[in-house]
């Protein structure tokens, strides 16, 4: 199964569930935007509508997509508009693409919990979209964080 994710800068978010047990394989890229095949610098010069994204590869016999969105949840702020952290642009906004109907009620769901459970003072602004045409990062930013600790 395919679970796709935007929380910020799609390093740490990659890292985040390439950690999870169940989760085959992980990968960075770029969806939601309007513009063929776009590279980085594209992406981060806000005209491309673009998301940074991680999509997971999962096991749903080892972890389901209720885990994962609890995942992704807890590793940003889902109430910040267009920015986490230092970073800031649509690029970073939070976002969760569904793959399936069923990935889309859960996601939905979710949200609404987290929200009613009063967790966070100001409104949850994360977006959940369906799935467009994911656009693989270059080679570079795979397992970026990864890359860093080892070198």
């Known amino acids: 199964m395919k679970a796709t994710f935007g929380g910020g800068c799609f390093w740490g978010v990659e890292a985040a569930f ?6 085959i394989s992980t990968s960075v890229g770029y969806m939601g935007g ?8 594209d992406v981060v010069s806000r005209v491309t509508g673009h998301a940074e994204v991680a999509q997971v590869e999962y096991d749903p016999t080892v972890v389901s997509y209720e885990e ?9 702020d889902p109430t910040s508009l267009n920015r986490q ?10 976002v969760i693409f569904y793959h399936n109907p069923e990935q889309q ?11 009613a459970s009063r967790k966070y003072e100001k409104d949850i602004v994360t977006q959940i979209e369906p799935a467009s045409t994911y656009w693989l990062a270059a080679q570079e930013h795979q397992q970026y964080l990864c890359k860093q600790v080892n070198s």
């Not at 309007?34 to 610098?41: G, K, R, T």
């Not at 952290?85 to 939070?94: A, I, K, L």
């Open 18 to 23: 390439r950690k999870v047990k169940g989760v």
């Open 68 to 76: 994962l969105l609890n995942v992704f949840w807890n590793i940003h």
């Open 34 to 41: 309007h513009f063929e095949n776009p590279c980085h610098l």
């Open 85 to 94: 952290g230092p970073d800031r642009g649509e690029q970073y906004r939070s």
């Open 105 to 115: 009620a859960a996601a939905r769901l979710s949200k609404q919990s987290l929200q």
